[in-house]
């Protein structure tokens, strides 16, 4: 007997099939034991998403807030509104300001009429702080902006999340859903995702977009809700995470195969329209990668191209060798151990940037891993290491104003992310299955559970977009690499998350997942 997903079980409409008198796929999995009233439900739905918004008000809007300081980035996004520090005078010299970046939260801002230099970004993160902008003009007293505005914006996108997350939660029996809603506030709730909410980085729009999706996503594929605001909103969400900062648009790729291999749902969902719905979104994410990928400045490439070159590749003993394999100026080896942003950097020349962008490309650098394939690894491993930090260090979570000492970080909430990083600090080998752990579980448990195959290939996409973060955040820009592998640390919880649903289902009845004898 053949696996059979979940949507064999459901007609067009998305209700269960008359010939069907047993639910399939993960419904059967899960098959509720011990029914509640809708009330005692929405009950527990209300204390789930009630301390979930206590944990982010507490840390977020009560002061001493929670963010995570500003290293330059922020303009992406502030500039588009005229947005400036207020306790700076000239917040845009970046060595003259030493605690406008990295060593305090900057929590108020100030509109000015002064254009910002920052380049042109384009991300959805834009879309968020929009709103926040209209509500400071009708609430703010003194004309100033509060951070923790964007900040709330962000919160309550969480906790959309969750809300709409939960009814999928319900097959569980009460104990173990209960367990399952501790493990997402313990997760959801830590300071490693939470201090990004009072900021205008761009991870943090991929990151809520990306949840937001992932919620929608089950809904569909367990029929829960309608499924044309569903699939609607799934595709919304996904392209908003596409386009909320370039290192993240090749996963548009991904979710377009995803978008194909799960045309057996869609087709059970739109009927008629299947063709029209499956070329219609898949088009939309390849443009949005496309996209992306073309208005991604010349410049922004070559600070990543240039913090991988010298400050991992060349170094005194053989600079010169690794330039000259790469068709460079071995000249160009007295940088060794520069960045692209230090005040001694090559790029602070218009005319060796010039040279290096045209001369330093990506493309050559994959040509080089090719050939030293003990480099590439090295360099993962490297990067596996930065990212069992979980949190990047040299980025402080409190404003000047609370008196506290310069890069100061938040010790709240941080149960989750310290234990992660005791455990992945062991060994090469534990952050290895830590990777590939989740991924293996989820694919054994959609064979041996007869799981729907839509949520199978949901799970190996997720795994394949982190696989990629952390490839790129690895060998294509080592800088900042633990914040650069934001999203990727918070893919592998998601899998894992979703690991642990799986186990406690198949666990609750032995017998439930069994394939019938003889088949």
Not at 78 to 86: A, E, G, W
Not at 178 to 195: E, H, K, Q, T, W
Not at 197 to 221: E, G, K
């Amino acid at each position: 007997m053949e696996n059979t997903p979940i949507e064999d079980s459901f007609d067009k409409s998305g209700k269960a099939d008359g010939a069907c008198k047993e639910p399939r796929g993960l419904r059967r999995v899960l098959e509720k034991a011990h029914p509640r009233g809708s009330l005692g439900r929405e009950r527990e739905r209300a204390v789930f998403v009630g301390v979930a918004a206590f944990i982010l008000f507490y840390q977020l809007i009560i002061p001493p807030i929670v963010g995570m300081a500003d290293n330059g980035d922020f303009e992406y996004v502030t500039k588009h509104f005229q947005l400036r520090p207020s306790d700076h005078a000239d917040p845009d010299d970046f060595f003259a300001n030493p605690d406008r970046f990295f060593r305090y939260v900057v929590q108020t801002w100030r509109f000015t009429a002064k254009p910002s230099t920052a380049q042109f970004m384009p991300t959805s993160e834009i879309l968020l702080a929009a709103p926040t902008i209209l509500v400071n003009h009708l609430l703010s007293k003194d004309g100033t902006y509060d951070i923790r505005l964007i900040g709330g914006t962000h919160a309550l996108l969480l906790l959309a999340a969750l809300y709409s997350l939960w009814p999928c939660l319900l097959a569980l029996p009460g104990a173990r859903r209960r367990l399952v809603c501790a493990i997402l506030l313990l997760v959801a709730g830590d300071v490693m995702y939470v201090s990004y909410f009072n900021s205008f980085y761009t991870d943090t729009a991929a990151l809520l977009f990306f949840v937001l999706s992932v919620a929608f996503f089950v809904r569909f594929m367990q029929a829960t809700g309608n499924p044309t605001t569903n699939g609607v909103l799934i595709l919304a969400f996904l392209l908003l995470f596409i386009v909320a900062k370039a290192q993240h648009s090749f996963s548009g790729i991904i979710l377009a195969t995803l978008v194909l291999l799960c045309r057996g749902q869609i087709a059970a969902r739109f009927g008629n329209l299947r063709r029209v719905v499956i070329a219609g979104v898949a088009i939309a994410m390849l443009g949005a990668t496309l996209g992306m990928l073309l208005w991604i400045p010349a410049k922004y490439k070559s600070y990543a191209v240039y913090n991988v070159l010298f400050g991992r590749l060349v170094d005194s003993g053989n600079g010169r060798d690794v330039l000259s394999e790469l068709g460079l100026d071995p000249a160009w080896a007295s940088l060794a151990g520069t960045n692209a942003f230090s005040a001694n950097s090559g790029l602070q020349s218009p005319e060796f940037a010039a040279a290096f962008a045209t001369r330093a490309t990506h493309m050559k650098l994959l040509g080089y891993y090719v050939a030293h394939p003990s480099v590439a690894w090295e360099m993962f491993s490297e990067g596996l290491a930065q990212m069992a930090r979980q949190r990047p260090a040299g980025f402080a979570n409190f404003a000047k104003t609370e008196g506290r000492a310069p890069l100061q970080q938040a010790r709240s909430f941080s149960s989750y992310s310290s234990l992660k990083v005791k455990l992945l600090s062991m060994h090469t080998s534990i952050r290895i299955l830590h990777l590939v752990v989740p991924i293996a579980c989820l694919m054994v448990g959609w064979v041996a559970s007869r799981l729907s195959t839509g949520l199978a290939y949901g799970a190996a996409c997720t795994w394949l977009i982190a696989f990629g973060e952390i490839l790129l955040g690895s060998l294509a820009d080592v800088e900042e690499t633990t914040r650069h592998l934001f999203l990727a640390n918070a893919m592998l919880d998601i899998l894992w998350i979703a690991a642990v649903i799986l186990l406690l289902a198949v666990l609750r009845r032995p017998g439930v997942t069994r394939r019938a004898e003889g088949a």
